[in-house]
């Protein structure tokens, strides 16, 4: 007995201990309420307590650096949420053996972060982080090999994507899973890639065998069919079968609507596939009720600022577009851009879209400067932020330098030419239309004098 403390030096912890719960559930209340502020105060001030009570090193400290964290990220502070989840993985790494699964939450934590930050190889090697502490666990392998997968894809990198996917298809038909709802899950996410790829083909034997699976799995009404009749419909759309994607999209918004909970965010974004596939089938008046009717109740039930309230303008500006009503167009484009500058910033991808579409409306409104200036806006914005093969940043070195062309610039449009070429070739392959054309392009540039590096034939042989 002699190694405890005399009663004059113990101190009782229960006063703290209270304390530090009360905070917590102050904290929990005020996240309930929406008053993401005042959780954050509630778990700083409990995070005092936990420090002088148990010192920097212990668990319930990086638990409560870990909520303050995921708290900033509501609130889409990413820096702070970084810095705090630094200081839970530092105590990790002192307190908890290095597999165990606090370390590897922290991990895939810090990755989502830096993948929200558009940040896509610093998310990435956080991800491989996870991957290889999580070998041996089948589940968390396939999850860390999914994740790694869409990193990559958001980079350009469709074959090292595919290569991941792949691998976590082998890993699943392994340990026996068949005809599962695993194998269906990423069965849709290579159909994904090879629709990226403009490979319609294998990307609907995918979707398909996918939607078998799920039809096995679940019946054909049921809510979590809607996903692969979504997919099935996609391809239609980009084959062109118009009437018939259309009856997929149909299929999967009656299942929503009829549901005991509709997914109102899911309701609109049908409502927008619905009315493009109208506006690409020439059935205009048809395309904006479905937009006005999404805009309405996506509006009322979401609020205008809502993330999605961007896709269904970005759609009814198309519309509009289709039938050459580019004031309306510009109209949809611009509100579509104020909401993701407010929602992601000024330097994430999804705002480069914004200024590619509305240097796209100027552009066909004669407004050849104004145009290019947006163009370069989103080109500046997807040279940061994008993987150097990905499609996106392609369409900007085209848009850029077939427009520098029409506006009798002097600058190297020659080069930017050759950037977008690199990208479509990798992407597309040689003998794609897109490649041709922009080999045309080319072969006019350096008719014309402007500069240029090498001639179009030499670079698509490199």
Request: overall charge negative; aromatic content about 10%; glycine content about 6%.
């Amino acid at each position: 007995m002699g190694n405890q403390p005399s009663s004059s030096s113990r101190k009782d912890p229960s006063p703290t201990l209270r304390n530090a719960k009360k905070l917590r559930d102050l904290a929990q209340a005020s996240t309930s309420e929406g008053d993401v502020e005042s959780a954050i105060r509630y778990h700083k001030n409990s995070l005092n307590l936990a420090v002088n009570s148990h010192g920097k090193y212990h668990e319930d400290v990086a638990f409560l650096c870990n909520e303050i964290s995921s708290l900033y990220c509501q609130q889409r502070k990413y820096d702070e949420a970084l810095l705090f989840l630094q200081k839970a993985l530092d105590i990790g790494m002192q307190t908890c053996e290095k597999g165990s699964p606090t370390i590897k939450s922290i991990w895939k934590n810090i990755g989502m972060v830096f993948k929200a930050k558009g940040q896509f190889p610093d998310a990435l090697v956080c991800f491989n982080k996870v991957l290889d502490l999580s070998r041996g666990n089948f589940v968390e392998t396939v999850d860390s090999l999914k994740e790694i997968s869409e990193i990559h894809r958001e980079q350009g990198y469709s074959e090292e994507a595919l290569q991941s996917l792949k691998e976590a298809l082998d890993l699943a038909s392994q340990q026996g899973f068949g005809e599962s709802a695993i194998i269906g899950e990423i069965l849709n996410i290579i159909g994904h890639i090879y629709q990226e790829k403009q490979e319609f083909v294998a990307a609907f034997k995918y979707y398909y065998k996918a939607l078998r699976i799920k039809k096995i799995e679940v019946g054909e009404r049921h809510e979590a069919i809607v996903g692969s009749y979504i997919n099935v419909g996609s391809i239609l759309k980009d084959c062109q079968e118009y009437d018939e994607a259309i009856d997929y999209y149909t299929q999967a918004l009656e299942i929503y609507i009829k549901s005991a909970a509709p997914d109102k965010g899911s309701i609109c974004e049908l409502y927008n596939q619905i009315g493009s596939l109208h506006a690409h089938g020439g059935s205009f008046a048809e395309s904006l009720h479905c937009f006005r009717k999404a805009v309405g109740f996506c509006s009322q039930q979401l609020g205008e600022s809502h993330p999605i309230m961007a896709e269904l303008y970005d759609g009814m500006g198309s519309a509009y577009c289709s039938f050459n009503n580019l004031k309306a167009t510009l109209e949809c484009w611009c509100k579509a851009l104020e909401i993701r500058l407010k929602t992601f910033g000024n330097e994430h991808p999804m705002v480069a879209t914004s200024y590619h579409n509305i240097g796209t409306a100027y552009q066909k409104l004669d407004r050849k400067e104004t145009a290019l200036s947006y163009f370069r806006k989103a080109l500046k914005i997807r040279q940061a932020k994008l993987g150097e093969f990905h499609l996106c940043l392609g369409d900007s070195y085209w848009a850029v330098g077939q427009l520098m062309i029409e506006c009798d610039d002097e600058s190297p449009a020659g080069d930017y030419l050759e950037e977008c070429l690199k990208i479509y070739t990798k992407r597309f392959g040689k003998d794609h239309e897109m490649v041709q054309k922009v080999i045309e392009m080319m072969d006019s540039v350096i008719d014309q004098g402007i500069s240029t590096k090498t001639s179009s034939l030499e670079k698509i042989d490199e």
